[in-house]
């Protein structure tokens, strides 16, 4: 009797550990559910020229001279002195983002996104300023048509409009890549064939 007693006593304790083990892993899960961060953007502070549509399907060296001096005009005619950056211009490796800034400098909910697979032509080599950095883009309307619009941005200085032109080349190069392996490019094309129309020229 006094041994089958004990045996009891051993098998009433043995789940004690098992409670005492689970308690800590409650406690994790729930300090882990309450995290709010206010999200930050990362990107490039430029003033925001507009855009102007443009035609033509061959996108060669010099053919945003044209929209850009038009841009350029305009935003000389309305700028009553020197405006500071109006927006932030992030370019990811599939995506655009252009978050437009409010006076206080701060990025507003208002944000234009732009596909880089429709992005036909990029360059910061400009003759009205060596700081404007500006791209062609397809947007296509709501009955499928498209039109090419010229997009223009003025930075800082030449360097970062320089970096911009970069950064949009590498974003190209992978969003091609994707493309490709999924099969929505030929296999025999390659990205030095497609981004013949992208200038990041250093002169």
Partial sequence: MLKTKLNVLTLRKE?????IFHEPEAIELCTTTPLMK?????GCKVTYLGKVSTTGMQFLSGCTEKPVIELWKKHTLTREDVYPANALLEIRP?????HHLDLKGEAT????TFQVARIAYCTADHNISPNIFAWVYREINDDLSYQMDCHAVECESKLEAKKLAHAMMEAFKKTF???KSDGRIHRNSSSE???HEFESDDG
């Fill in 193 to 195: 064939e497609v981004s």
């Fill in 109 to 112: 909910v208002h944000m234009d």
């Fill in 177 to 179: 890549h994707s493309m």
């Fill in 38 to 42: 206010t999200r930050t953007h990362t």
């Fill in 15 to 19: 789940p004690l550990p098992t409670v």
């Fill in 94 to 98: 599939f995506q655009v983002w252009l």
